[in-house]
């Protein structure tokens, strides 16, 4: 993994990664209230999803009645997602100078398809950075939790979710692995501390990227 990064000179992209059940659509949607009441516009999205493509390709991921896909397959359905979302989504809003919060990124596709799939992990990388214009985060939250505490969070399961406990294994090995070798752009937090706690660990990280006026010069 040696692609060198765009991070974009307006606006500020937060992201935020981590297992199943760890808490980022929580940390996201917090990150985002506080952001708003301090004056800020923000973007709070997600990935699969966050446009009409990005929800149709996210139904065909997730639902348990896809069934088997080709892990390629997979991997470029995520990467189609991502296009399409980076494109029409988050790049104009960074332009117009926006906070971005993002749950799920490129950082996912490298833990699961990568990690948890055991696809080519230097060729799944140049797929899934070519698909975002290789557009990295400011910040990627990594909220760090076993699968068996994250897993038995949800009564029912989508197609990922019902994977092995040793897929979910090597998907946060993954995600640790990427943390390690990029620390100054990641906050790996226990997604075991109470939620008040994480939350002013992720404000505390986020206030310097945060210019007056939202905007990065």
């Known amino acids: 993994m040696g692609f060198p990064g765009v991070y974009a000179e307006r606006g500020v992209f937060v992201c935020f990664e981590g297992g199943e059940g760890s808490g980022k659509s929580t940390q996201a949607g917090l990150l985002e209230a506080s952001l ?5 516009t923000v973007l709070l999205t997600r990935e699969p999803g966050g446009t009409p ?12 009645e896809t069934g088997a896909l080709d892990p390629r397959c997979e991997a470029l359905l995520y990467a189609a997602d991502k296009a399409e979302h980076v494109g029409t989504l988050v790049a104009p809003a960074l332009a117009r100078g926006e906070v971005v919060v993002m749950d799920r ?15 080519d992990l230097d060729g799944l990388e140049q797929v899934a950075r070519w698909a975002t214009g290789d557009l990295r985060p400011h910040l990627t939250v990594l909220l760090d939790l076993e699968p068996s505490a994250g897993l038995g969070r949800f009564e029912q399961r989508d197609r990922i979710e019902q994977e092995s406990e040793e897929f979910h294994h090597r998907v946060r090995a ?4 990427l943390a390690a070798a990029d620390p100054e752009h990641y906050l790996v937090l226990d ?8 939350q002013a660990a992720v404000r505390a990280r986020t206030e310097p990227l945060l210019p007056a006026g939202g905007a990065r010069s």
Do not use: C, K, W
């Open 36 to 40: 708003r009441a301090a004056g800020h």
């Open 191 to 198: 997604a075991r501390l109470p939620v008040a706690e994480i």
């Open 174 to 177: 993954g995600f640790l692995a």
């Open 53 to 64: 493509v990005g929800n149709e390709l996210r139904r065909i991921v997730l639902s348990p």
């Open 105 to 119: 990124y490129v950082d996912s596709t490298l833990a699961y398809q990568g990690a948890g799939r055991d696809l």
